[in-house]
């Protein structure tokens, strides 16, 4: 049974910062890995997907990895900014109708 | 306009009430999807619905009633629920769903999904 697990739970860091989000999967057999965003109360906004044959994915300052092999992707934040504040989902697609999302890890950046 | 719209935006019931929430895609997507996301879980995949057939159904109790009339459209009908239904709801709707349902040549990102804002649902 696939399971996704997201470390940290939650990050503060100051304006500025580089920051990483981790994601872990239990089953390597995916088939593409989606990192999302959400504001509280709201829906999810798609940030970035990972097909099972690529390694990374860029949109302006994101940069999300896949590592199948290790079971874990990441998602690079450049200079966060306070907009940036939100929860972040991972989200692995196991095929077969099946997407399996991880807890969150919220982030608050601080002007 | 949105490409996942979904109505209304909060809703507070009775545990007797019958009510619905819609939701609709303007995407030309084949697949839509109910999700349930309660505070500090990770959202659960309710329905799955591939050209208007439903292809999952994941033990979701039967006072959670999905239709779908066509592609772009996909209700959720709501009868008897309890306290511990209040959460978040969540439609979302993807081109395809598995590679393998198109066969030879499909795209994984046939399977991104895009999500609606939600139906806040509270049961008094």
Not at chain 2, 49 to 55: H, M, P
Not at chain 2, 78 to 104: K, M, N, R, V, W
Request: proline share 4%; hydrophobic share 35%; glycine share 8%.
């Amino acid at each position: 049974k696939q399971e996704v697990t997201q470390i940290p739970a939650a990050l503060s860091v100051p304006e500025g910062e580089n920051l990483v989000l981790n994601c872990s999967f239990t089953d390597s057999a995916i088939y593409n890995l989606q990192w999302f965003r959400q504001d509280p109360g709201k829906g999810l906004t798609s940030l970035l997907l990972i097909q099972s044959s690529q390694r990374e994915q860029t949109s302006g300052r994101l940069n999300a990895s896949l590592d199948k092999s290790s079971g874990r992707s990441t998602l690079y934040i450049a200079a966060s900014q306070p907009g940036d504040s939100a929860t972040y989902l991972c989200a692995a697609h196991t095929g077969g109708f099946k997407t399996i999302f991880g807890a969150g890890t919220r982030l608050f950046v601080k002007a | 306009e949105t490409g996942v719209t979904q109505t209304p935006r909060h809703l507070v019931m009775g545990m007797t009430n019958k009510k619905s929430l819609k939701c609709e895609q303007h995407l030309g997507h084949n697949a839509m999807y109910w999700y349930k996301q309660s505070a500090k879980k990770p959202l659960e995949l309710m329905f799955v619905y591939s050209l208007e057939e439903r292809v999952e159904n994941n033990s979701v109790p039967s006072r959670f009633s999905p239709e779908c009339p066509n592609s772009s459209h996909l209700f959720l009908h709501l009868h008897t629920l309890q306290p511990e239904d209040s959460a978040l709801y969540l439609c979302a709707s993807s081109q395809g769903i598995d590679g393998g349902f198109f066969g030879e040549g499909a795209r994984e990102k046939d399977t991104e999904a895009f999500f609606g804002q939600g139906t806040r649902l509270t049961v008094v």
